[in-house]
C-alpha cells in the first residue's frame, strides 16, 4: 500500500442509531418561524416584565 492508496480509505469513527419517531402535536409554518420551533410542547409562554427603573450609581 503506498501512500496515495492510504489516502483514499475512508475510517469510520463512530455510527449512532436513532429510532424514528413520528412527529405530533406540530405548529403551522407561521408560528414555527415565530417561536422558533415546530413544536408546541418546547413553546414555553414567558410574561414581559413591567419596565422597572435599574439603580446602577457608580
Not at 496515495?4 to 463512530?14: D, P, S
Not at 418561524?33 to 414555553?44: E, M, Y
Request: net charge positive.
Amino acid at each position: 500500500m503506498n501512500q496515495y492508496n492510504r489516502c483514499k480509505e475512508k475510517e469510520i469513527y463512530a455510527e449512532a442509531y436513532v429510532v424514528p419517531q413520528s412527529y405530533c402535536n406540530l405548529l403551522d409554518n407561521t408560528d414555527a418561524l415565530l417561536f422558533g420551533t415546530i413544536f408546541k410542547d418546547l413553546v414555553r409562554p414567558y410574561r414581559r416584565r413591567k419596565n422597572k427603573k435599574k439603580n446602577c450609581s457608580m
